[in-house]
Each structure stands twice: as structure tokens, then as C-alpha cells.
């Protein structure tokens, strides 16, 4: 059964699209995936305005506080919509002056106003449905108004797959979450089924209890929409997929041996950017080293839809000393478990002047007041010098956060 409702979701949107979208199977393309999210939010509108009509008649006519908790419920999804295609529309101006590297993280903000109306109602509704239970009334309880309200649970639960489908086929954030705001919607409204059903053989305030019930959903919706957004826009950390595949393939390119120090921002859906130091062998060629270097800016950036800067780290030909040194070195980081690893080591000068110069990669989670940056790194100088008392330390501390 689940298949078959699967199957009438994929053909509709495949008959959708063709119909209203030119070049709909070039997905790669921003203006077609635009227009991907337009169609499921004008969808998404008409739906929501046919709920609301539906449900707030019902809540008239029977006095049911939940059912008109639902129906404004739905009427915020509504503007959601609107509000998600007007922030996609934004998101998409060319970059400027002011904006160098494009709009994009308007669309959060737009997610970020609907959230708090989300929340608004919720508030409202919460208080209507404490009023009711104090003062309860009698629900006009019509087989009619409860059918609709059934039929009004289906459209949902339809709307939740389309946006599912529709979001995965274009990689769509926004669309995601209004699948699961959508199947949310779901558990509401047959909340508000069930106590519009219970009001027939009670006189016990069901109604109150479940537009409290609802209202609650709604709040706990609107949080998790705001916790979501303010995540990228503070700066959240990137996908580990994406960190592990950029990694993949700098490292898949002659006379680079090593990487480290990746940096992704993210300005918005589709727009991010990216640089990494790459280890490059000290004696090679500078023009060879250069063409490496540009071939994987291009290549990686074109492949993974990003703007990639790769910076060029020269490595020292490994000497015994060198050899030697970073074999003391592994066992000196083993007996810190806060050392993560450490690159860009190298030996500068000479007797009696030599500089070790490294940097420690440090897991931040685990940096206190007690365990600092300056006390690791001291204790890592006092173990080296136990040994080489005539070695400067040059330590720098990069943090990360497994």
C-alpha cells in the first residue's frame, strides 16, 4: 500500500515537471531547481488554503477551539510557503558590492520569519485552549464536519511524501523540512480528529486539552525550525560527507602527500567555500607544483559544486633527522590525548640555533580552563627538550572538533 501511494507521488511530480518545467531533468542547474521549489510551494499553498477554509468552517460551526487551532495552524504553513519562495527569490540575486559573495543566506532568514510566526500562533493558540478548559462550551459534533476533517488528515500525510520526494530530487533543505512539518501536521491533526470524536460522549473539556496539546506541537515545531536556521548562519560545522570527500580527492593528485587546515563556509544553499593547505615536496619544480595546484582548484570546485583555494605548503626532504625527529615527536603527541595530529613539521637552522617548527591539531572539545592551549603546548616543549636541550620550539595550536 505504502509502494503504490510512492508511485502515484513520483508520477505526479514527474508529470509536474515536464509539464511546467523547461529542461526539468537538469537538476544541476540553479534556475531548474528554483523552479522545482516553486512548484512545490505553490502546491504546498493551495493545499494549506483549501485546509484552512475546510477547518476553520468546521471550528465555526461546531465551537471546537482544537479544530480552530489546526485550521490557523495550516494557514501559517500557508505563509510559509509564500515566504520560502520570496526568500528562494532573494537568495538567487547576483552578487554586488555590498554582498560580494552572493544572497544566499537570505533564504535562512526568510526560514527564520516563519519560524517565529510559527511560534506566534502556538503562543495564541495556547492561551485560547487554557480559556477553554476554565470555561468549557459544547462541540457541536456533525458526521459531516468529522469526515472533512479525516479527509483534511490524508491531504497531509500526501503533502509530507510530495515534499519528501521533491527535496530529495533537488537536494532541497526547505523542502525536507516542510515534509516533516507537514507529517507533524499529521499528528495534530488527528489529535484534533480524536477529541472532536471524544466531545460526542463527554462532557469533560477534550477539546481544551487537545488545542493545548496542539498548540504545544506547534511551539516545539517553531523551535526546531529556529534551531535549525540560526545553525548556519552562526557558522555550524560542515558535512562530514563534504569534509571527507574534499580530503579524498586533494589527496588523489600527484606530489601532494599531504593536507590539512580545511576552512568551509557556507553563504547559503549551494553557495560555499573552501580552502585547504596541500603538502607539496620542497624540491620540486614551482611551475609543476603550480599546475597541480590549479588543476585541483578546478577540478574539485567543478565536481563538487564549491569554490575551492588551495594553499601550498612546501614539505622538507625527510633526512634522518627529520625521520628521527617525527618518529619522538608520534610518541610525545600519544601521551596527550587532546593532540589530535600534527603537520607542517620541519627543522630550520643549525647547530646550536635549530627551530622545530610544527603544528598541533588540538580537539577543542576538550580544552578547559585547567587544559589550555598554552599549558599543551608547554608540556609538549618540556618533553622534547628533555632530550634536545638546545631545540626552539615554534608551536601553533589549530583546533578542531571531531
Known sequence: ???????????????????????????????????????????????????????????????????????????????????????VKLANLPADKEHPHGHGRLEYLSALLVAFMVMLVGVQFIKSSVER?????????????????????????????????????????????????????????????????????????????????????????????????ISPLLGEAPDEELVNDIYERILSYDLITGAHDLVIHNYGVGRIMASIHAEIPADQDIMTIHDVIDQAEREISEALKLHLVVHMDPVCIETDEIKEMKRELDKIIATHPAILSMHDFRIIGHEPNKNLVFDLVVDGSKLTKELTEDQIKDAVITQIRQSHPTYRCVIVIDKAYP
Not at 57 to 86: K, Q, R, W
Not at 143 to 166: E, G, H, T
Request: net charge neutral; charged share 15%.
Open 133 to 229: 478548559i476554565l470555561n468549557p462550551s459544547v462541540i457541536q459534533f456533525e458526521i459531516v464536519s468529522f469526515i472533512l476533517l479525516a479527509i483534511s488528515v490524508v491531504v497531509k500525510l500526501w503533502l509530507s511524501r510530495f515534499n519528501k520526494v521533491m527535496g530529495e530530487k533537488v537536494n532541497s533543505s526547505a523542502l525536507k523540512a516542510a515534509s516533516v512539518d507537514a507529517l507533524g501536521d499529521v499528528f495534530t491533526s488527528s489529535t484534533v480528529l480524536i477529541s472532536f470524536l471524544a466531545a460526542r460522549f463527554t462532557s469533560f473539556p477534550v477539546d481544551g486539552y487537545a488545542g493545548v496539546l496542539v498548540a504545544g506541537f506547534i511551539l516545539y515545531a517553531g523551535y526546531t525550525l529556529v534551531k535549525e536556521t
Open 1 to 87: 500500500m505504502f509502494n503504490k501511494r510512492m508511485e502515484i507521488v513520483f508520477m505526479f511530480i514527474n508529470w509536474l515537471t515536464k509539464l511546467f518545467i523547461k529542461n526539468y531533468d537538469q537538476l544541476e542547474r540553479e534556475e531548474v531547481r528554483t523552479q522545482y521549489v516553486y512548484i512545490a510551494g505553490i502546491i504546498g499553498i493551495l493545499a494549506n488554503i483549501l485546509l484552512f477554509i475546510v477547518k476553520f468552517s468546521v471550528g465555526v460551526l461546531t465551537g471546537s477551539i482544537a479544530v480552530m487551532a489546526d485550521a490557523f495552524n495550516n494557514f501559517s504553513d500557508t505563509a510559509s510557503s509564500v515566504i520560502t519562495m520570496i526568500g
